[in-house]
């Protein structure tokens, strides 16, 4: 019976562990800045993420409302 309460208790923080994904990872910073290399309207991503990696970036997205823009993002 004494094996009970710590039977209980592994049984606990397995379930615990498993529920939240375990320990969290760090999440990294982006960083955006605006392409140097794209120009025109911003309509499709694929583009952008091209220009933005030729410069030497992680990627790129179109970003904005009215007057799309190709921003390019690195891990800060």
């Known amino acids: 019976m004494k ?17 939240n ?6 999440e990294a910073k982006l960083c955006q800045y605006h392409s140097k290399t794209f120009h025109g309207i911003c ?3 694929k ?7 030729q410069e030497k970036f992680d990627g790129g997205r179109c970003h904005g409302l009215r ?5 390019c993002y690195r891990t800060c």
Request: with cysteine; aromatic share 8%.
């Open 47 to 53: 583009n952008c993420n091209q220009k933005c990696q």
């Open 21 to 26: 994904g375990g320990p969290r990872k760090a």
């Open 3 to 19: 094996l009970f309460p710590t039977t209980v208790l592994l049984l606990f923080l397995v379930l615990l562990l498993s529920t």
């Open 67 to 71: 007057h799309y823009r190709c921003m």
């Open 43 to 45: 309509v499709t991503g």
